[in-house]
């Protein structure tokens, strides 16, 4: 048990670390405004995904997340 809330706790500060270079290096590319924001969006969704993916495992609807 100890095991498995420390990877969800690594995984989350992974997924933070990368949402936030990501939303810095963003306005570094220069892209009209709708696609920046379209873009953002789809990070921000795909972040979302992980960490509902990561909170089934910790409930055991999917894979445990020992085997990731």
């Known amino acids: ?5 420390i990877s ?3 995984l ?5 670390v990368i949402l936030w270079a990501v ?5 570094m590319v220069p892209m009209p405004e ?3 924001k379209i ?11 992980i960490v509902v993916y990561i909170i089934a495992g910790l409930l055991g ?3 445990p997340l020992h085997r990731l």
């Open 1 to 5: 048990m100890i095991g498995t809330l």
């Open 8 to 10: 969800v706790i690594l």
């Open 12 to 16: 989350l500060i992974v997924c933070g």
């Open 23 to 27: 939303q810095q290096l963003l306005p």
């Open 34 to 36: 709708p696609f920046a």
């Open 39 to 49: 873009v953002n969006v789809l990070i921000v969704v795909l972040v979302v995904i």
């Open 61 to 63: 609807a999917v894979t």
